[in-house]
């Protein structure tokens, strides 16, 4: 008897190639796009790594973590690195990023987080890009949280680089993941000695073996299970309709808000601005005196499937994730979560009074 994971036929060279093409379609790109064997953290590292180098000057948005370790990369790879930090309860402007362009002419490469599923966030990508594109720097952006889950459009925003994963608002597997790489970022890694080649790492080798070969022959043994999860999310985004994916993941976001302002009991969105907030999750502050983690571990031991996760590392103290993506993108995921809160928030902090019924109406007044 054969194995539903195993026993399978190899993935054929053309049906990789027919999955890039989806996903690049998915992106609205012209650009190659090269699909890579492992989570999104490799083809984010094989990007910092191919396109910075002692002598370059990078300018890295922190605006989560994600950002964070983009410095520390960057770093390392010998770039002077100009960070532009914004607190997490928040978004960077246009014009941020413009003034630290025009205080720094020499950079020539720009990181910068879309969505933060983290921090809850989201950045105005389009109208960054636009400065970035007359500054001429390369322009790398990770948008593993917000594909699917809001508009992505690398190629009108002038993104050279653009990550995206599966494994949030696509409904997908976290081992694989692509990047769509511009002609000038190709231009640059090919003439950047320090770029990896002939390792797990390196872009140009899929440019070189892969693209310039016709898509011909792949690398190695192809991530199967994992191409062929790829496939079937890309074929369930494309048959719901990516406006319609998307459009679910906003008004998750909305109806997180707005339930959890009538919830009360001193729970309140962590990003301030509603326009700053990811579609792909909804962070909360937690009120002094209750600690985030502690609240969480209590609401799921009532449901533990419930998408509910504490801030990482400090902000375990403050923070709580809604992380209302994929199929937990709908009323019945939101309206559970912020019930199981209120009712832990009574337990831990007594004499709260908390609105539960009250979060459920706006939660269905909200979706829309
Ligand atoms: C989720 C996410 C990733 C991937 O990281 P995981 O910890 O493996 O989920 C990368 N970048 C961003 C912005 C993300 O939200």
């Not at 195993?6 to 054929?12: A, I």
């Not at 796009?33 to 989570?39: D, F, H, K, L, P």
């Not at 998307?246 to 009991?265: E, Y």
């Not at 559970?336 to 539960?356: C, I, K, M, R």
Request: proline share 6%; hydrophobic share 50%.
């Amino acid at each position: 008897m054969t194995h539903p994971f195993l026993d399978l036929p190899p993935l054929t060279a053309e049906r990789f190639a027919a999955i890039e093409r989806r996903v690049a379609a998915l992106l609205d790109t012209e650009q190659d796009v090269v699909i890579t064997q492992g989570e999104a953290l490799l083809p984010l590292e094989g990007c910092i790594r191919s396109g910075a180098r002692p002598g370059s000057t990078a300018l890295n948005v922190v605006t989560g973590p994600y950002g964070q370790t983009f410095g520390n990369w960057l770093r390392d790879c010998g770039a002077a690195v100009v960070d532009l930090e914004v607190p997490f309860h928040t978004a960077v402007t246009a014009e941020q990023v413009a003034q630290a362009l025009a205080a720094h002419p020499e950079i020539d490469f720009v990181s910068l987080v879309h969505a933060e599923a983290a921090t809850g966030n989201t950045n105005p990508v389009a109208e960054i890009g636009e400065v970035v594109r007359a500054h001429g720097a390369l322009f790398m952006l990770d948008a593993v949280a917000s594909v699917a889950a809001e508009p992505l459009l690398p190629d009108a925003w002038g993104v050279d680089l653009c990550v995206i994963g599966a494994q949030k608002a696509m409904g997908g597997p976290a081992g694989v993941s692509a990047v769509s790489v511009s002609g000038r970022a190709w231009e640059r890694f090919a003439a950047n000695p320090a770029a990896p080649r002939r390792s797990y790492l390196s872009l140009l080798d899929w440019k070189e073996r892969w693209i310039d070969g016709g898509r011909r022959a792949l690398l190695h043994a192809p991530a199967q299970l994992e191409m062929l999860a790829l496939e079937a999310c890309v074929e369930r985004v494309e048959s719901a309709g990516l406006d319609a994916v998307t459009a679910r993941h906003a008004s998750a976001a909305a109806a997180t808000r707005a339930g959890v302002v009538a919830l009360g009991g001193g729970l309140t969105p962590y990003v301030h601005d509603a326009r700053d907030a990811a579609p792909v999750a909804t962070t909360l502050r937690t009120p002094p005196g209750v600690n985030a983690a502690e609240l969480v571990a209590r609401a799921l031991a009532a449901d533990p499937s419930l998408p509910l996760v504490a801030g990482g590392g400090a902000l375990a103290k403050e923070m709580i994730r809604v992380n209302h993506y994929g199929v937990d993108a709908t009323r019945g995921a939101v309206r559970s979560s912020l019930a199981a809160l209120g009712a832990a928030l009574v337990e831990l902090a007594p004499g709260t009074t908390v609105d539960l019924e009250g979060a459920g109406r706006a939660v269905s007044d909200s979706w829309s």
